[in-house]
């Protein structure tokens, strides 16, 4: 089983609300991750995940809140989000942390519309 | 990580080899050649990557030049499922392993 899920498949929000994106892998993978792609460019890095402690965080702002409860359960909550936030937000996961040749397997990603 | 240069966009017709050419000139040794693809409305799949030898998988080929500093990925017979944006990536062999995705070609299966 190499699959990624991610619920839910599509969000819309308004700008004073919370919300959650669950991602969730049970390949047994330690390397967990969350990506942002707007409309017609590329996906683009926003956490890391490595063995349930955050190591990579791009500079995101604290709006977005992950969280990785356990090894195979990746969250996103998503707090006073502005327009431009709307994107589809990628999950990804990959087998260790450490190994240089990882391959990422990606969910198909929530579609996010902020009002 | 390397920056990598791709066509935007690519037109092929179906059952044709499709030939997609990266560049990525400031290549260094110990970086390799990662492709990965993206059909509409999909997360990205992995398809296939390579250090300086060529490689095939039951996807893909992979053929890098000797001085490395360029590459073609080759679907061999191309299918109108195959019509998606293809990632040239190229990754450090130590470091984070963070994907950091170009612009890719947006690849095109004509019937």
């Known amino acids: 089983d190499t699959e990624v899920t991610q619920t839910p498949k599509h969000l819309v929000m308004g700008m004073t609300n919370k919300k959650s994106l669950k991602c969730e892998q049970h390949?047994?993978?330690?390397?967990m991750y969350w990506y942002k792609q707007k409309a017609k460019k590329p996906p683009e890095l926003m956490f890391v995940?490595?063995?349930?402690?955050?190591?990579i965080n791009e500079s995101v702002p604290s709006r977005f809140s992950p969280e990785c409860p356990n090894s195979s359960l990746l969250n996103l909550h998503l707090h006073a989000l502005q327009p431009e936030d709307s994107a589809l937000y990628l999950c990804a996961s990959s087998q260790a942390p450490a190994v240089v040749l990882d391959t990422q397997y990606f969910g198909p990603g929530t579609r996010l519309t902020v009002l | 990580d390397a920056k990598t240069t791709q066509p935007p966009s690519m037109d092929c017709a179906e059952g044709r080899a499709a030939n997609l050419p990266c560049n990525h000139s400031?290549?260094?040794?110990?970086?390799?050649v990662y492709w990965y693809r993206q059909i509409h409305s999909q997360g990205p799949q992995y398809i296939i990557h390579g250090l300086k030898n060529n490689e095939t998988n039951e996807m893909a080929s992979l053929i890098i030049t000797e001085d490395r500093k360029s590459s073609t990925l080759i679907l061999p017979h191309a299918t109108l499922r195959d019509t998606a944006v293809y990632y040239c990536?190229?990754?450090?062999?130590?470091?984070?392993?963070?994907?950091?995705f170009g612009t890719g070609t947006r690849l095109t299966v004509i019937p």
């Open positions: 400031t290549i260094s040794g110990n970086e390799y």
């Open positions: 990536i190229v990754r450090a062999k130590t470091g984070a392993n963070n994907l950091f």
């Open positions: 995940y490595s063995y349930e402690k955050l190591s």
């Open positions: 390949m047994g993978h330690r390397a």
